[in-house]
Nanobody
Framework: QVQLVESGGGLVQAGGSLRISCACS????????MGWFRRAPGKEREFVAA???????TKYADSVKGRFTISNNAKNTVYLQMNSLKPEDTAVYYC????????????????????WGQGTQVTVSS
């Protein structure tokens, strides 16, 4: 089994910054894609960012491009640095992972990911 645990969420004022983390443990993949998704109240879960296991490939939603940065380390932890936060960024943020073989595809579809964390709340006040 794979366990994903998010941390670092909280309350921040608009324009501020926050970094959230996701630690992956248990069965690990030699090649994987990890993604961040978010769900705001009354809305569907939406893609935020994804990264390949090597860190060499990243992808962002248009709504966060230039403000958010996804990164990872050699210990199966992925980070999401969020700058210039806006009230519309308020949501529960989830990390997810999928093992891959062959070419790297940074999918934005939630159903393509195999394992999910419980989520961490990020609230941006105006």
């Amino acid at each position: 089994q794979v366990q994903l645990v998010e941390s670092g969420g909280g309350l921040v004022q608009a324009g501020g910054s926050l970094r959230i983390s996701c630690a992956c443990s248990g069965r690990t993949f030699s090649r994987y894609v990890m993604g961040w998704f978010r769900r705001a109240p009354g809305k569907e879960r939406e893609f935020v960012a994804a990264i390949s296991w090597s860190g060499g490939s990243t992808k962002y939603a248009d709504s966060v491009k230039g403000r958010f940065t996804i990164s990872n380390n050699a210990k199966n932890t992925v980070y999401l640095q969020m700058n210039s936060l806006k009230p519309e960024d308020t949501a529960v943020y989830y990390c997810a992972v999928r093992g891959i073989s062959g070419i790297v595809v940074l999918t934005t579809t939630p159903g393509s990911y195999d394992y999910w964390g419980q989520g961490t709340q990020v609230t941006v006040s105006s």
